[in-house]
């Protein structure tokens, strides 16, 4: 690939993306998080593909957003350009993503992880929202989707703080949903990416977006739609599949339709 600040491979049906710019931390300048978005979608076009990993290294996973990047930055250059709006493009992603969390996971770095599906950290992780030590607040949903995940008062300490936390205390509050030693994040999390890749895409993808629909919809609207989906995955050969090789104590075969 021609990407300068990040490497992409693919291990069998799991695409991997690692962040690439060891010398900053992994500091998540523009063109890095636009190529991050490119093999994203890449990623996330080719039907080979049912899973991605994003990664960094053993020290650091991102150090957050490219602090000198900001330095010249005011007010009306950052809105009239939307400075940062492409940081949302990972939402759109139809494909499950999993970060597998070495290290310093700050701003940004933290912001990332949680745009992600799935956390999966080594022990030695730290997670923080420190832009307050630099006379900012976090700007890539920090604010929102940490107090959704983790509640107002763990929330509130972390940005209001900027104190790092480990990756024990993440997991505890449910941040992070597995922790390994540093040496087998990334392992783990090709492994669980490769089971998820086994699926039928478009049944994974439907799990998926009900599951985040839940951060949108009331209860009962959340409720809705998941029948909705659930109702109308009956029209997939995959599902019809699902269920004759239940009957017939075999694996299914999934065709993806
Ligand atoms: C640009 C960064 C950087 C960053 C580190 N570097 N973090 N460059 N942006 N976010 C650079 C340093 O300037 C230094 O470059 C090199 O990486 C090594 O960093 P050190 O500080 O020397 O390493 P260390 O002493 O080990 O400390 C590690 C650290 C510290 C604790 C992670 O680097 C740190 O506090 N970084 C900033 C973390 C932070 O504030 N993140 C939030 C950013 S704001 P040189 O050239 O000197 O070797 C943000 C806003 C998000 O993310 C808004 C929405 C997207």
Request: aromatic letters at 8%; glycine letters at 10%; hydrophobic letters at 40%.
């Amino acid at each position: 690939s021609n990407y300068e600040n990040i490497l992409t491979e693919s291990h069998d049906k799991v695409g991997l993306i690692t962040l690439n710019r060891p010398k900053a931390l992994n500091a998540l300048s523009s063109d890095l998080f636009h190529e991050v978005n490119d093999a994203l979608k890449k990623f996330d076009d080719d039907s080979s593909i049912g899973a991605i990993v994003i990664t960094g290294n053993e020290r650091v996973f991102s150090a957050g957003a490219d602090i000198k990047e900001m330095a010249d930055k005011t007010f009306s250059k950052s809105y009239v350009t939307n400075f940062l709006g492409h940081w949302g493009e990972i939402n759109n992603i139809k494909k499950p993503v999993i970060a597998a969390v070495n290290g310093f996971a700050l701003g940004g770095g933290c912001e990332l992880a949680m745009s992600c599906d799935i956390i999966y950290a080594g022990e030695t992780a730290k997670f923080g929202q420190p832009e307050i030590k630099l006379g900012l607040i976090p700007g890539a949903g920090g604010t929102q989707r940490l107090t959704r995940v983790v509640g107002k008062s763990k929330a509130m300490e972390m940005v209001l703080s900027g104190r790092t936390f480990t990756a024990l205390e993440a997991e505890q509050w449910g941040l992070v949903s597995k922790v390994f030693p540093v040496g087998e994040v990334l392992e783990k999390s090709i492994e669980l990416g490769q089971e998820l890749a086994g699926f039928s895409q478009p049944v994974i993808q439907a799990a998926k977006e009900s599951v985040n629909a839940a951060y949108e919809l009331s209860l009962r609207e959340g409720c809705r739609f998941e029948r909705r989906i659930f109702q109308a995955l009956f029209s997939l050969n995959d599902s019809k599949e699902g269920r004759i090789a239940f009957e017939q104590k075999r694996e299914p075969k999934w065709t993806h339709d």
